[in-house]
């Protein structure tokens, strides 16, 4: 067994911290990967629940805005900003040894959670404003609003839950366990899959959409309660307290505020784009949401699975002084970034209609029509031109965290912000909601561009030589892949077939494609060792 799966307490005894060997970073990307494999499957198997049960009707963009408002200000505050502020700190106070972890752990998880009692309780009492702020256009249907406001007083506490989720999830990571908090959001699929199934099977008396509201809070609860024996096997549970003058809380402190922003520009473009399709026909919103969930597949499996193992590692290079590492480490995520994200994203753009047909209209008859998969698909269309720059984003941003500098990343999201609100503006009116997904890309690769600046001009990274011959060997890869689906697009017809033949054309397109990919990935001279790399 070695030291990574080993509890820090028990390998090294009390106040110790035991010795980190060479870390797998490509091994522990798979375990990130594999296991948000199975929350977007679950994720997937639930948004095809709901689209039965509400398919993008008024109830559906009534529970999607009741929905985003918590998980909104949980990427905000506690996912994005709260731990690119948190881990670079956490991962300094964890080489000085446990006992000095765990007194940086005191306090901050007192105030930490205080805050989020205190910020629960607001949001209950001003439900309406945020309401209002989330999606104004329902300000003109009373009852609509009406019903909304009560579904977010529901919903709202499970940021405070979901917060200590992401809380323990940060420490687990920093210490080199990455399966439980991955695999954590299976656990919310599950508990929104079996409230659906409640309301399709009138169990109880509660309208529909109450009863997936109050299962969102259920969700909040048991995902709190998984990451427990986790914490306890770690010996990271200590009794809080409220001493904000500890040294590094006051550095959390400083690092928090240009945080939110910087690492929140999904979200905060997320929150423009509901704001503007609420003033939309009816059914913008849910568009947008079903072809975000498709979006979010890929982005889990690369992005997320890359920004998590990085962040730690290249913390633990800043704080130990080894630059040589940190680039090569950069190199790594961008390299494997793109090789993944690029011919995800020409997928997703030459297969969206087929792709949201398969999900959401296979399974029986549902309440998703011909029409709703046309009008989610031009918008993920949309989003598969910003897939390669969410990736990008996410390998890049650590890179400045991990040397807690989250100045520099604030200034750059401000304009990546800037670029969206922009953009959804000059478009919305005449574009629709595809105007909506169209300005999410330009967001998407301004950040890229400004993040590639920054980092030249802080001699923080500077690609290396290895990287361009296999950015080409991607294109090339890619282009061929993209013939393929072309062919493919022009022969099948997903929109009309039944369900059991879509279901397998698409399972064998998706086959053909990741094979083709993959063989001329190794004609041009890309083996697996080449993807491998280790830190420490």
Known sequence: ????????????????????????????????????????????????????????????DMFFVAFRIPNFFRRLFAEGAFNQAFVPVLVRYRERGHAELLTFIAPLSGLFATSLVLFVALGFVFAPGLTYLFAPGFAERPEVFAQTVELVRITFPYLGFISLVAFAGALMNAHNRFAVPAVTPVLLN???????????????????????????????????????????????????NLNARHEGVRQVGRLLVPAVLAASVGQINALVNTILASNLITGSISWLYYADRLLELPVGLVAVALGTVMLPHLSRMADTGNPEQFERTVDWGVNLGLLLGVPSAVALYL??????????????????????????????????????????????????????????????????????????LATYRWLGHVGLAWATALSAWTHVVMLLVGLRRHDLYHAGRGLW????????????????????????????MAGGPRLLAAGGVVLAGIGVYAVVLLILGVRPRHLVHSAG
């Open 351 to 424: 297969l969206a209609e087929p792709l949201l047909a398969v999900i959401f209209m296979s399974f029986g008859s549902g309440a998703m029509t011909p029409y709703d998969i046309r009008m989610a698909g031009l918008a993920l269309e949309m989003f598969a031109i910003a897939l390669p720059g969410f990736v990008l984003v996410k390998v890049l941003a650590p890179a400045f965290f991990a040397h807690e500098n989250t100045q520099s990343p604030f200034r750059y999201a401000a304009v990546a912000v800037a670029a969206n609100l922009i953009g959804s």
């Open 469 to 496: 011959p296999l950015f080409w060997k991607t294109a090339v890869a890619s282009v061929v892949l993209a013939a393929l689906l072309v062919w493919v697009a022009a022969e099948i017809n997903f929109l009309t």
């Open 190 to 240: 599950l508990c929104l899959i079996a409230a659906a199934l409640l309301a399709l099977g009138g169990v109880s008396n509660l309208p529909a959409v109450e009863i997936l509201a109050w299962g969102v809070l259920g969700a909040g609860v048991v995902q709190f309660l998984f990451q427990l024996p986790g914490l306890l096997g770690l010996d990271l549970i200590t009794r809080p």
């Open 1 to 60: 067994m070695s030291t990574e799966d080993v509890p820090q307490s028990k390998a090294a005894g009390a106040g110790q911290t035991a010795p980190d060997g060479p870390q797998n970073m490509t091994r522990q990307g798979g375990v990130v990967a594999a296991m948000t494999l199975l929350s977007r499957i679950s994720g997937l198997a639930r948004d095809i629940v709901l689209s039965y049960l509400f398919g993008a009707s008024q109830l559906a």
